[in-house]
């Protein structure tokens, strides 16, 4: 099969399609036949440097999830020929993931799903939108009229949360850096674009004297401390993204860096279940939610891929789809 095999860390034209075999099925794993995958930020830290830490092994074929077909259910109680999404829990990172033709993958990893979706928008979703649904629902606890603040809103978790928070009746206020995709931004939903440019604070209280509901941190550490402080009281904040590059926050004081009646929450995809994946395809078909696709490649042009996703323009989801 063609594998994009990770030998070492670097530029994207690290990135080359080998031919290798098709992984041998055994009990506990499925082997998945890959229709399309996405392109994830955490994919380009591991060509760029993560695959040199000393917990990852290389060569891997990186990629944390994909959309594919059972080919092999081995005693995984699936079908041959079932049309399904896998993500996380290691994928592309401790085993080998879904920058290939074929993906051998844990059972638990693997959520059978009922859709009309092309190849091309399932490739969209499972990351993107169980970390944009599950920050949303399980942490930010959304709901009819909230008011939500997305940092970090041209990303494709953020466009996710902007379509996902509109769809439940939020009034969505989205930051980016750059002022030419603030229209952008609004063509998608986003009822105010913030200005990301170290007057966001003023810009929001402009709109909210008293700060906002619920707010969705895409950047990080770097920006988590002035989000702590624009929320309102009985506010929360997500804390699931690190664009900014920055992971973890030294000196963090949570006495007096959350102020008083803020909660601070954070997510993590690394656990996905059926009954999300579901309640996220039941939200997709009801409110007839389509992934905003930036680009679709096909697999020999991964390098090109990872270029596009690292210079910060596409707008949307990166998607590759294997023919
Ligand atoms: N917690 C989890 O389990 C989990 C799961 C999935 C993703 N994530 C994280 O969620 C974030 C979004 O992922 P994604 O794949 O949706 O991202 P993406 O689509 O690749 O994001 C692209 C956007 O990031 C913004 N950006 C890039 N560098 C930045 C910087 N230094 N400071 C501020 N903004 C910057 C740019 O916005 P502008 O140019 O418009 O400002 C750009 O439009 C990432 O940090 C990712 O690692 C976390």
């Excluded at 664009?243 to 803020?262: E, M, R, S």
């Amino acid at each position: 099969m063609k594998a994009v095999v990770l030998y070492k860390t670097g530029k994207p034209e690290v990135l080359t399609v080998s031919d290798i075999p098709i992984p041998k099925v055994k009990p506990g794993w499925v082997l998945v036949k890959v229709k399309s995958f996405g392109i994830n930020r955490s994919e380009l830290m591991m060509r760029g440097f993560e695959g040199d830490a000393p917990y990852i092994q290389l060569p891997r074929i990186i990629g944390i999830d994909c959309a594919g077909i059972v080919t092999e259910p081995s005693d995984s109680g699936l079908r041959k020929g079932q049309m399904v999404v896998a993500l996380m829990g290691g994928m592309g990172r401790s085993f080998d993931g879904s920058y290939a033709e074929y993906a051998l993958l844990p059972a638990k990893n693997i959520f059978p799903v009922d859709t009309d979706l092309s190849w091309e928008e399932l490739g969209a979703i499972p990351e993107t939108y169980f970390t944009a649904y599950g920050s949303l629902s399980d942490c930010l606890q959304i709901t009819y009229g909230d008011t939500l603040l997305i940092r970090g809103g041209t990303s494709a978790a953020g466009l996710t949360a902007i379509q996902i928070a509109k769809s439940i009746g939020a009034t969505v206020l989205a930051s980016t850096r750059k002022e030419s995709k603030a229209e952008f931004l609004k063509s998608q939903g986003a009822d105010h674009v913030l200005i990301d440019n170290g007057a966001l604070t003023e810009q929001l209280y402009r709109l909210y004297p008293h700060g906002i509901d619920k707010i969705l941190e895409l950047i990080g550490a770097s920006t988590l401390l002035e989000s702590l402080k624009l929320a309102a009281y009985h506010g929360i904040v997500c804390h699931t993204g690190m664009l900014g590059k920055k992971g973890t926050l030294d000196g963090f004081d949570p006495i007096k860096d959350i102020p008083n009646g803020v909660y601070l929450t954070g997510f993590f995809s690394n656990y996905p279940t059926q009954q999300a994946i579901d309640a996220i395809f039941k939200l997709i078909k009801e409110k007839n939610l389509h992934p905003v696709i930036a680009n679709v490649f096909s697999l020999n042009e991964i390098a090109e891929a990872h270029e596009l996703a690292e210079n910060n323009e596409a707008n949307g989801k990166i998607v590759v789809k294997i023919e």
